[in-house]
Nanobody, 123 residues
Framework: QVQLVESGGGLVQPGGSLRLSCAAS????????IGWFRQAPGKEREGVAC????????YYADAVKGRFTISRDNAKNTAYLQMNSLEPGDTAVYYC????????????????WGKGTLVTVST
C-alpha cells in the first residue's frame, strides 16, 4: 500500500543535469520528511538532501551543496531532486525515503524507502 517510486535516473555526462522524482502514495505525504540518499558500489548509503515535514527546511550534504536542490509538491505527493553540474562521483543508486514528522532525515529513522534509481555520470 505504501509506495515510493523514484524516476528520472539514467546516464548523463559530467557537467550535465538530471531531475529525479519521487512519487508517494499510501501515506500522508505532507506529514513526512522526504530525504534523498545515495549508495555507490562498495560504499555506505549516505544522505544527500532532506526536506523537513513541518517548516519546509532543507538540508544538503557538503558534497552536493550548491549543485543539488530538493523540493516537494505536497499537492502532488511528489518530491524532486534537481541535480546540476553532475560529477563522476555522483554516480550511485539514488533512493527516496520518508520519515513521519521528520526533520533531518537520519538514515536509520526513515520509515519508508523506494527501490532506487541509478544515476551514472560518465563520458
Amino acid at each position: 500500500q505504501v509506495q515510493l517510486v523514484e524516476s528520472g535516473g539514467g546516464l548523463v555526462q559530467p557537467g550535465g543535469s538530471l531531475r529525479l522524482s519521487c512519487a508517494a502514495s499510501g501515506f500522508s505525504f505532507n506529514y513526512y520528511a522526504i530525504g534523498w540518499f545515495r549508495q555507490a558500489p562498495g560504499k555506505e548509503r549516505e544522505g544527500v538532501a532532506c526536506s523537513s515535514s513541518g517548516d519546509g527546511r532543507t538540508y544538503y550534504a557538503d558534497a552536493v551543496k550548491g549543485r543539488f536542490t530538493i523540493s516537494r509538491d505536497n499537492a502532488k505527493n511528489t518530491a524532486y531532486l534537481q541535480m546540476n553540474s553532475l560529477e563522476p562521483g555522483d554516480t550511485a543508486v539514488y533512493y527516496c525515503a520518508a520519515e513521519r514528522y521528520g526533520s533531518s532525515c537520519v538514515l536509520t529513522y526513515m520509515d519508508y524507502w523506494g527501490k532506487g534509481t541509478l544515476v551514472t555520470v560518465s563520458t
